[in-house]
């Protein structure tokens, strides 16, 4: 596997993981028992159905191949394979943290580089 996967989270949770040196996920995911995460593909489809008009929010991008076996691909959403995180997040498979803004058409604005 050689294909990004993002995690959309809020900005204080993100900057409290750094503090803590892991991710543990938001809410959601500790009610799930795993934290979810998006392929480029699925990512714009998941900030619109989950995380409408919510700003200060982060894009976190994340090489599946520094998470061994505790990331699985799981049926979810339509039918579509979602990565599925069981276990906390470390901070050494994050590549990149980048702002997730809203734009004037109240969409968020995701770099050039999600695919």
């Known amino acids: 596997m050689d294909q990004t996967i993002y995690k959309i989270a809020p900005r204080p ?3 409290a993981a750094k503090a803590k040196g892991r991710f543990d996920g938001a809410p959601v995911d500790e009610a799930d028992g795993f934290i ?3 392929s480029g593909g699925q990512v714009r489809e998941t900030a619109a159905r989950h995380f409408t008009g919510q700003d200060d929010l982060v894009l976190i991008a994340v090489d ?3 998470l061994g076996d505790a990331l699985r691909f799981e049926t979810s959403r339509g039918g579509a ?3 599925h995180l069981y276990g ?3 901070l050494d498979a994050v590549v990149w943290v980048e702002d ?3 734009g004037v058409d109240g969409g968020h604005q995701f770099p050039g580089s999600v695919r």
């Open 81 to 83: 394979l979602f990565p």
């Open 13 to 15: 949770l993100w900057e």
């Open 100 to 102: 997730l803004p809203l």
């Open 64 to 66: 599946p191949d520094r």
């Open 88 to 90: 906390p997040l470390p």
């Open 36 to 38: 979810h995460f998006s």
